[in-house]
C-alpha cells in the first residue's frame, strides 16, 4: 500500500505549489487593486491638471463678484449672486477665477447654467478686447438641449465676464479649441457674442499667447473683417431682403 | 323628336364651354389644396439661395413690376432629423419626432388661412441650416417658422423667440451678406413673434406674454421675417401631454401668421429693404 517515492515527492510538490498559491494570490490580486487605483488616481490628476482652477493668490484682494445663475423664475432668466472672491487685477486671471467659479456652480444645483462637468481650457483676450473662452467638448454634450438652456448658459458667461472684467468687449466661445456652429444644436457659436460695448480698447496684449487658429477666429469677428471676407467668398452667397 | 336631337348636342357643348370660362375666371389665387402648389413658390425668389449666382448690380437696377404683393408663403421648418435627434426625454421622446407631428398640425391651420406651406422636410431628413434657410430665401412673400421641443421649461407651456439685433450688413450693391440675412428683418420678425407669442400666452398659461430674443442659429441666416417656436418640454412622463399641445401651438401661429399679414409689405425691386 505504500506509494511508490516519485509519487510522495509528486503529491508534496503539488501541497507545496497549493500553499504558495494561497499565499500568492491575495498578495497579487491587492497588487493589481492598486495598479488600477494608481491609474485612476493619475487619469483623475491629469484631469485635474488640464482643467485646474487658476490659483488664487491670497494677497489679491477680496472683491464681491456678480456670478450669473439660473433666477430660478423658470422664464429663462439668469439672475446675479454676489461671492466674494479674491479676484486677481489681469483681465485674464481674473477671467479664469470668475468663469471657474461659476463652472463650480451655484450652492442650489438646480440653478446651474453651465453642466458640471464641463471645464475651461483656456481663456485668451485680445487687444482689441474679443475674449476667446475655449470649453471642454461636456459644454456642448451635457448641456440640456434646447434655445432655452442653450441661451441661459451664454448669457450666464457673458453677464458674468461683463459684470467682473470690464476690458472684455466681445467673447467669442471655443469648444476644445474649434469653432462649433451651435453649443448643442441651437444657439448661434459661430458669431461673437457683445459683452460690453463701451469697454475700453487698450493697447494690452494678451497675458496668455493666443493660439494662432483662436487669433485668426477672432480676427474674422470684427464686422468690416467680415464683410470682406463674405464678399470675396464665392461659396457664400449674399441673401436680397 | 329628330329635330331636337340635332340642336341638344351642340347646346350641351356650348353650356360647357361657357361653364369652363366662367369657373376659370372665379378661380382662387390661394392654391393652397394643390400639393404641387404648395412646394413651388408664387413669385419671384426674394433672395440667392447658396451655389446660385447672384445677379449683377446692373440687372437690379432693371424696372420690375411695381406691385407690392402681401405674405402668402409661410416656410415651416421641424427642426433636427435623421441622426439629429434633438432633445431627447427620458420617456424616449424625441425633438425631430414630434415637431414633424406637430408641422403637419401647423401646415393645416396655416392652409385653413389661406397660406402656400413649404416645409423644410417631411420625412426623417436632416437638412442643413443653410439648406433650410435657402428655402425661405428663394420665395417672395414668405415667412419662416422654425418648431423645436425644449429639454427645459415648465412643461405645457410655449415660447416664441425672434433674433437678436444683428449688425446691418448690406453694401453698396444692395446685397447683405447670407451670414447676416436676418438683419434687415429683425424688427419684422420681432412683430411676428410678438403676434404668435400673445396667442400662445393665451393659450398655454405660464408663457411669456411677448416674444423674447436669443441667438438661433436658424434664424440667422433667413431673409424673412423668422421665428423659432419652443414647446416646453421632452421631460414629459406621457407623450400625450405634448400632443395635447399640438392644435393650441397650431391655431396660435396660423392666427399669428394672419394678423401680422396686413403688415408685410413685400418690397416690391429686389434688394430693397422691408
Known sequence: MMLPRWRR??????????????IYLPILRRNIKQAAKLQQRSEEQARR???QPTVINPGDPKVKAKLFWASGADDGTVSAVIVELPLASDPVLRSKQVLNTLLAGPVDIELRTLPPDAALLAFYLLPDGTAIADFSEALGTSIPSGIESEQMAVDSISKTLEANVPQIRRLKILIHGQEVETLAGHLDLSQAFVVNANAPIGPRAATSEAPASAGAA????????TAVKLAASP???AAKP | MIYRKRWLPPLVIGVCLAA???????APQQSSATPAAQQSPASPPAATPPGAATSAPGEQKTPTTPARTGLNVVVLDPAHGGTDLGARGTGGIHESDIVLEFAA????????????????????ANPSFDDRSAMANAQRGAIFVTLHIASTGTPGTARV????DLAPGADATGLIPWDRAQAPFVSLSRKLGDQVQGLLAQRFKGSPPMAQTASVRQLRTTAAPAIAVEISSVTVEDRAQLDHMAPGVADAIARGAAAFRPTYVVPANPGERP
Not at chain 1, 515527492?9 to 494561497?22: H, K, N, Q, R, S
Open chain 1, 218 to 225: 477672432a480676427q474674422q469677428l470684427t464686422p468690416a473683417a
Open chain 2, 105 to 124: 398640425q401647423v401646415r393645416t391651420s396655416l392652409e385653413s388661412q389661406g397660406f402656400q406651406v413649404v416645409q423644410t422636410r417631411q420625412g426623417n
Open chain 1, 235 to 237: 461659396d457664400k452667397p
Open chain 1, 49 to 51: 491638471e488640464l482643467t
Open chain 1, 9 to 22: 515527492w509528486f503529491v508534496a510538490a503539488l501541497f507545496l505549489a497549493v500553499v504558495i498559491a494561497a
Open chain 2, 161 to 164: 423667440y425672434v433674433m437678436n
Open chain 2, 20 to 26: 369652363m370660362r366662367v369657373t376659370a375666371s372665379q
